[in-house]
């Protein structure tokens, strides 16, 4: 029922959004230029790797910009991008094609994989979400150990009705911006181990 919902939904988002989300593509072009789309290998169920689409937030690291920080790198534009989660939006895409899900534990760094203690590695038991519990109770501003505490509770107690409250959450922290970014970075620290 899950899945058949994720397709359902997803295929919903990408019809009703799509000249939304052509729009940003073309005011990410004229700022950043090629690519539009950042791509990244991820970890998804039982630790398969996919590629993760995303819209571009940051100069690239090359060129003039080789050698700067994560936050040199961030644009006002990417910033307000993030803030409100429209970075996301192609996404959806992962989610029609099977990588993701609507709800689950997000994709991580296919380099964490060897990282994990046997507990946290039970998030790769289902499919990966665009947003999550560990989302709506933190997202970045909490610790490692709080994430994976959080998404493996999730895998243990997933439900429809659990799956609409997060998405409720999720619509009320992008109102609200809370945890998008921890306190001493524009994105997460970089997982290292237990």
Same mark, same amino acid.
């Given at each position: 029922?899950?899945?058949?919902?994720?397709?359902?939904?997803?295929?919903?988002?990408?019809? =009703?959004?799509?000249?939304?989300?052509?729009?940003?593509?073309?005011?990410?072009?004229?700022?950043?230029?090629?690519?539009?789309?950042?791509? /990244?290998?991820?970890?998804?169920?039982?630790?398969?790797?996919?590629?993760?689409?995303?819209?571009?937030?940051?100069?690239?690291?090359?060129?003039?910009?080789?050698?700067?920080?994560?936050? #040199?790198?961030?644009?006002?534009?990417?910033?307000?991008?993030?803030?409100?989660?429209?970075?996301?939006?192609?996404?959806? %895409?992962?989610?029609?094609?099977?990588?993701?899900?609507?709800?689950?534990?997000?994709?991580?760094?296919?380099?964490?994989?060897?990282?994990?203690?046997?507990?946290?590695?039970?998030?790769?038991?289902?499919?990966?979400?665009?947003?999550? %519990?560990? /989302?709506?109770?933190?997202? !970045?501003? =909490?610790?490692?150990?709080?994430?994976?505490?959080?998404?493996?509770?999730?895998? #243990?107690? /997933?439900?429809?009705?659990?799956?609409?409250? =997060?998405?409720?959450?999720?619509?009320?922290?992008? =109102?609200?911006? #809370?945890?998008?970014?921890?306190?001493?970075?524009?994105?997460?620290?970089?997982?290292?181990? !237990?």
């Amino acid at each position: 029922m899950k899945r058949l919902l994720d397709i359902v939904l997803s295929a919903l988002a990408l019809a =009703i959004l799509w000249p939304f989300i052509l729009g940003i593509a073309i005011v990410v072009y004229a700022k950043l230029g090629r690519p539009v789309f950042f791509r /990244q290998e991820r970890s998804g169920r039982y630790g398969r790797s996919f590629q993760m689409i995303k819209f571009r937030t940051m100069h690239s690291a090359s060129g003039s910009y080789s050698g700067c920080s994560d936050a #040199e790198r961030l644009t006002p534009f990417g910033e307000k991008l993030r803030a409100l989660s429209l970075d996301e939006l192609p996404e959806f %895409w992962n989610v029609l094609r099977g990588d993701m899900s609507i709800v689950g534990p997000r994709p991580l760094l296919v380099e964490y994989l060897p990282l994990y203690s046997p507990e946290q590695t039970r998030r790769h038991e289902i499919r990966p979400g665009i947003t999550g %519990w560990a /989302q709506v109770n933190g997202r !970045n501003a =909490i610790s490692w150990r709080e994430k994976f505490a959080l998404d493996v509770w999730y895998v #243990e107690n /997933q439900s429809l009705a659990l799956d609409f409250k =997060i998405v409720l959450m999720t619509v009320r922290k992008v =109102i609200f911006r #809370e945890g998008i970014t921890s306190t001493n970075s524009v994105a997460a620290e970089k997982f290292t181990g !237990n």
